[in-house]
């Protein structure tokens, strides 16, 4: 994490136990409790943004005209068949 910005200070409450564990990690790796703080929150933001998009985009996609769904009912259906003598095929739409 490498920023061409100056750092800004942000202040939170964590329960005692993060505290400690902040403290312990900070003392064996050699790193300040801010830098592993500020990696932690940057690693958690960079999931997020991940999942959002990635939710944005399947929203998108299935509200498209040329969306292909298969009725929930047959998916359950074949679900429902699998390690059974008859199993069923893949459903399509």
């Known amino acids: 994490m490498a920023y061409s910005h100056p750092a800004v200070t942000l202040s939170i409450r964590v329960p005692p136990e993060i505290r400690d564990q902040l403290s ?3 003392d064996a790796t050699g790193r300040t409790k801010s830098f592993l703080a500020a990696e ?9 943004a991940w ?4 939710i944005k985009k399947a929203i998108k996609k299935a509200n498209s005209k040329n969306a292909n769904f298969v009725d929930h009912h047959k998916v359950v259906d074949w679900v429902n068949s699998w390690d059974h003598d008859d199993e069923q095929e893949i459903p399509v739409k």
């Open 51 to 54: 999942q959002i998009k990635s």
């Open 40 to 48: 932690a929150i940057e690693a958690y933001l960079l999931t997020q």
């Open 24 to 26: 312990e990690l900070s």
